[in-house]
């Protein structure tokens, strides 16, 4: 392979990424409350947001439903992905907050800091 050919195409594709992150293609906005429980009540059917706990980073969060359903929220890349519990997911104290374990490997653990609502300090 001549090796101008192969320094132009990886200066194209250079260009290329760059220009894609310039114009912000592919970087989701970190989570907010309102973006949290509209996604939770978007991605399962019949639920209903109640509050909601966002990780320090705001790329994680635990969504409490009207009926005490729950639902995991975490950006993965691009995406957001996320877990339905009826009953609450594993969780413990820890000195910066509550660690909330899915019991998926995939998906993780959420790390929530202080301060948090009450309806996840009781789960």
């Given at each position: 392979?001549?090796?101008?050919?192969?320094?132009?195409?990886?200066?194209?594709?250079?260009?290329?990424?760059?220009?894609?992150?310039?114009?912000?293609?592919?970087?989701?906005?970190?989570?907010?409350?309102?973006?949290?429980?509209?996604?939770?009540?978007?991605?399962?059917?019949?639920?209903?947001?109640?509050?909601?706990?966002?990780?320090?980073?705001?790329?994680?969060?635990?969504?409490?439903?009207?009926?005490?359903?729950?639902?995991?929220?975490?950006?993965?890349?691009?995406?957001?992905?996320?877990?339905?519990?009826?009953?609450?997911p594993h969780r413990h104290e820890t000195p910066e907050g509550i660690e909330v374990d899915s019991g998926d490997p995939w998906f993780g653990r959420i790390k929530l800091a202080r301060p948090y609502p009450t309806?996840?300090?009781?789960?």
């Amino acid at each position: 392979m001549d090796a101008a050919l192969l320094l132009g195409s990886l200066a194209a594709i250079l260009m290329l990424a760059a220009m894609a992150r310039g114009l912000g293609l592919g970087i989701p906005d970190p989570l907010d409350e309102a973006a949290a429980m509209r996604v939770a009540e978007q991605t399962v059917a019949g639920f209903a947001a109640h509050s909601v706990a966002l990780a320090k980073d705001n790329r994680a969060a635990v969504v409490t439903g009207i009926d005490g359903d729950i639902v995991l929220l975490k950006m993965l890349g691009a995406r957001i992905a996320a877990r339905y519990f009826l009953t609450p997911p594993h969780r413990h104290e820890t000195p910066e907050g509550i660690e909330v374990d899915s019991g998926d490997p995939w998906f993780g653990r959420i790390k929530l800091a202080r301060p948090y609502p009450t309806e996840v300090s009781e789960f």
